[in-house]
Every structure is written in structure tokens, then in C-alpha cells.
Nanobody, 123 residues
Framework: QVQLVESGGGLVQAGGSLRLSCAAS????????MGWFRQAPGKEREFVAGITSSGRTTRYADSVKGRFTISGDNAKNTVYLQIGSLKPEDTAVYYC????????????????WGQGTQVTVSS
């Protein structure tokens, strides 16, 4: 089992930035690929960014490339998502996920999920 707890969300003006954190506990964190997803009201959950267990490879949704950065710290069992140049359409609940099926963008690639952290971007 892996437990994931997100933090760092909040209300921010358009153009601003936040750093989301996902603290993991349980099984060996370093053996999991980690992903960030988001879900806006009335919309499906969508992939935002992912990072392999080694940290060598990252992947981003086209909508966030150049604005968001995912990173991990295995010593702290924590993965981060730096989100910048925020737009109102980035408003969503952001979820952290862990899996062992490679760096995928599908929900099914991930076995463990956090409860989410709300990000609200005002115009």
C-alpha cells in the first residue's frame, strides 16, 4: 500500500504560481512512477504530468508544457508540481497518483491516489 497526501493548493490570480506537494508513505516510494492529474467541475479527470521512479523521464500534457514542472525527491518521499503562468482554466482539484506500469497518461496506469488539493485561479 502507498498513501499519498497532497498539499499546496489555494486561490491565486491569473499569471501566478503555486507549488503542489505530494507526500508518500508506505511501500518503497522510489519504485513507483508518479503522476499528477486534475479534475475540473463537470469534466473528466485528466493527466497533467508524470515522472518515472528514477526521475530521469518526465511527461506533460500539451496544455501545461512550459508552465508546469514535475520533480521528485526520493529522500523525502515527495513529488512536486510547480505550476506557473496560471490561467482560469487551470482551476481544478489536483490529484497525485502512484503506479508501477510505466509513465502513463491513463488513469489505469496508477494504483494509488491521494485525496486531491484544490487550485482556483481567478481572472
Amino acid at each position: 500500500q502507498v498513501q499519498l497526501v497532497e498539499s499546496g493548493g489555494g486561490l491565486v490570480q491569473a499569471g501566478g504560481s503555486l507549488r503542489l506537494s505530494c507526500a508518500a508513505s508506505g511501500r518503497t516510494f522510489s519504485s513507483y512512477s508518479m503522476g499528477w492529474f486534475r479534475q475540473a467541475p463537470g469534466k473528466e479527470r485528466e493527466f497533467v504530468a508524470g515522472i518515472t521512479s528514477s526521475g530521469r523521464t518526465t511527461r506533460y500534457a500539451d496544455s501545461v508544457k512550459g508552465r508546469f514542472t514535475i520533480s521528485g525527491d526520493n529522500a523525502k518521499n515527495t513529488v512536486y508540481l510547480q505550476i506557473g503562468s496560471l490561467k482560469p482554466e487551470d482551476t481544478a482539484v489536483y490529484y497525485c497518483a502512484a503506479g508501477q506500469r510505466g509513465l502513463g497518461y491513463r488513469i489505469g496506469n496508477y494504483d494509488y491516489w491521494g485525496q486531491g488539493t484544490q487550485v482556483t485561479v481567478s481572472s
